[in-house]
T-cell receptor, first 116, second 116 residues
Framework: GAVVSQHPSRVICKSGTSVKIECRSL??????MFWYRQFPKQSLMLMAT?????????EQGVEKDKFLINHASLTLSTLTVTSAHPEDSSFYIC????????????FGPGTRLTVL | AQKITQTQPGMFVQEKEAVTLDCTYD???????LFWYKQPSSGEMIFLIY??????QNATEGRYSLNFQKARKSANLVISASQLGDSAMYFC?????????????FGSGTKLNVKP
């Protein structure tokens, strides 16, 4: 099956710093990638849809200046949490779909962000 | 209104028995897809099974089957012969629309515990 990687898997940072999370499709081209946020014992909340070569589409209530998304190539999307605060601590998961793929979206293993 | 509803926050099942996890959905789009994912404590999302809105037969994948009742808008997951390794969170999800880039909606999840 298709493989999606995320880096880093875990990051701890100080309040006020920016953190970049990478999402890569390893063996397929992904025209669309999705970024989710998951709080402990809760469901996945879609933050934004990232399309290669165009601006991301953010869900209502998600600050685009806070969560910068760049989908520069067909295999890489990045999420940058700018000026992180403790309330940004969460589990961030990306998913990707193949350009000519079937129905499924393939999930990365997630990144656990802790802001001190 | 919630797009996906999972009414069982937690379930217990005896090893080797079958268990049904409930999921109802809400959409007016005639074309949609229904998915079940498993999320163990490690956090990765593991795809289990898919059902398309136009599929006539219920989907099956090994020990997983999806009980699709379109008129009732339900898509329950049945796990037969439960194993200890099945203990995890289970999420029902819906892709609303026919396209690969249509976003997914996730339910709140069901925590399944398999007892030895």
């Amino acid at each position: 099956g298709a493989v999606v990687s995320q880096h880093p898997s875990r990051v701890i940072c100080k309040s006020g710093t920016s953190v970049k999370i990478e999402c890569r499709s390893l063996d397929f081209q992904a025209t669309t990638m999705f970024w989710y946020r998951q709080f402990p014992k809760q469901s996945l909340m879609l933050m934004a849809t990232s399309n290669e070569g165009s601006k991301a589409t953010y869900e209502q209530g998600v600050e685009k200046d806070k969560f910068l998304i760049n989908h520069a190539s067909l295999t890489l999307s990045t999420l940058t949490v700018t000026s992180a605060h403790p309330e940004d601590s969460s589990f961030y998961i990306c998913s990707a779909r193949e350009a000519s793929g079937d129905n499924e979206q393939f999930f990365g293993p997630g990144t656990r962000l802790t802001v001190l | 209104a919630q797009k996906i509803t999972q009414t069982q926050p937690g379930m217990f099942v005896q090893e080797k028995e079958a268990v049904t996890l409930d999921c109802t959905y809400d959409t007016s789009d005639p074309s949609y897809g229904l998915f079940w994912y498993k999320q163990p404590s490690s956090g990765e999302m593991i795809f289990l099974i898919y059902q398309g809105s136009y599929d006539q037969q219920n989907a099956t994948e090994g020990r997983y089957s999806l009980n699709f009742q379109k008129a009732r808008k339900s898509a329950n997951l049945v796990i037969s012969a439960s194993q200890l390794g099945d203990s995890a969170m289970y999420f029902c999800a819906m892709r609303e629309g026919p396209y690969n880039f249509n976003k997914f909606y996730f339910g709140s999840g069901t925590k399944l515990n398999v007892k030895p």
